[in-house]
């Protein structure tokens, strides 16, 4: 499946993680409200680990797609979170997709507009399926789900990085489909 680099939304230019993003990415993913709603990322955030982070996106676009949320092209910050795509159970049609936003932006509707943005350029390139997962309790990124047309499938135990220790999450999941239209 390919998904464009770079995606343009009304506030937002979703585009490719670059060097210069290392450090808001350090400083909002090593906010602890930030790392214990999300898997993979440990708290403390150990110095190196935005670097590595964007590299490794770099390196895997193939497969795996990572953005930056910039508003730089409206005057506001060129770096306030982070969406990707990931592929799921079944590579070809399924993806899995991620987000996060750093907490002077939450509440603000960046992480809706995004995840909408995603969503129309997966389904645009062919995608079938979406999965997401939100640890329970964190019910704003639930809802920006919830307004990006998933539906809540269930509940299962993830371990998370930041909080070390199994975590309830739950499932969404979003049919990109012809027949799933209405």
Avoid: C, Q
Avoid at 139 to 146: D, N, Q
Avoid at 155 to 167: I, K, L, N, Q, Y
Wanted: glycine residues 8%; negative net charge; hydrophobic residues 45%.
């Amino acid at each position: 499946m390919r998904l464009p680099d770079k995606i343009e939304t009304e506030r937002l230019t979703l585009r490719p993680p670059r060097p210069a993003d290392s450090g808001p990415m350090t400083l909002y993913a090593g906010d602890r409200r930030v790392a214990e709603m999300l898997e993979h990322v440990p708290h403390p955030y150990p110095p190196g680990a935005a670097e590595a982070f964007i590299e490794r996106a770099a390196a895997m676009r193939a497969a795996e797609h990572v953005w930056v949320m910039d508003a730089g092209r409206i005057d506001g910050p060129e770096f306030i979170g982070v969406i990707s795509l990931k592929p799921g159970a079944d590579n070809a049609v399924r993806r899995r997709l991620g987000y996060w936003v750093g907490p002077p932006f939450w509440n603000t509707g960046y992480a809706s507009e995004a995840a909408a943005a995603v969503v129309r350029a997966a389904r645009a390139a062919g995608a079938e399926h979406l999965d997401a997962r939100v640890v329970s309790g964190n019910e704003a990124s639930a809802h920006v789900l919830i307004n990006a047309g998933f539906v809540e499938t269930g509940e299962e135990e993830f371990f998370s990085v930041g909080r070390g220790a199994m975590t309830p999450h739950r499932l969404f999941s979003l049919d990109l489909t012809e027949k799933a239209r209405p």
